[in-house]
Nanobody, 122 residues
Framework: QVQLVESGGGSVQAGGSLRLSCAAS?????MGWFRQAPGKEREGVAA????????YYADSVRGRFTISRDYAKNTMYLQMNSLKPEDTAMYYC??????????????????WGQGTQVTVSS
């Protein structure tokens, strides 16, 4: 049984940084981060294979966000720098038993964390 537990959300001013964590258990091939702002559709943010390799980013965050994984702790991270008010959303950790894809389509992810709120003020 796959379980995902997120932490690290909070409030920050524009230009600031936050790091999200996702502790995982169970068989997972691909892990990703998604976000959903009020009134908007869920958006893929970043993804990476649990075994390492190429990482995928949404154009809106590329160069500002970094996805990484600590294999010893079985934890995935999302380092978010140069945050903007438009980054405000509920952020979700997600996992898939299949490979990662660059399109960051949420339908491929069948395991989801509970979500953590990120609020960026101007």
């Amino acid at each position: 049984q796959v379980q995902l537990v997120e932490s690290g959300g909070g409030s920050v001013q524009a230009g600031g940084s936050l790091r999200l964590s996702c502790a995982a258990s169970g068989y997972i091939v691909c892990m990703g981060w998604f976000r959903q702002a009020p009134g908007k559709e869920r958006e893929g943010v970043a993804a990476m294979p649990t075994g390492g390799g190429v990482t995928y980013y949404a154009d809106s965050v590329r160069g500002r966000f970094t996805i990484s994984r600590d294999y010893a702790k079985n934890t995935m991270y999302l380092q978010m720098n140069s945050l903007k008010p438009e980054d405000t959303a509920m952020y979700y950790c997600a996992a898939s038993p299949g490979r990662c894809y660059a399109d960051l389509d949420s339908v491929r992810y069948i395991y989801w964390g509970q979500g953590t709120q990120v609020t960026v003020s101007s």
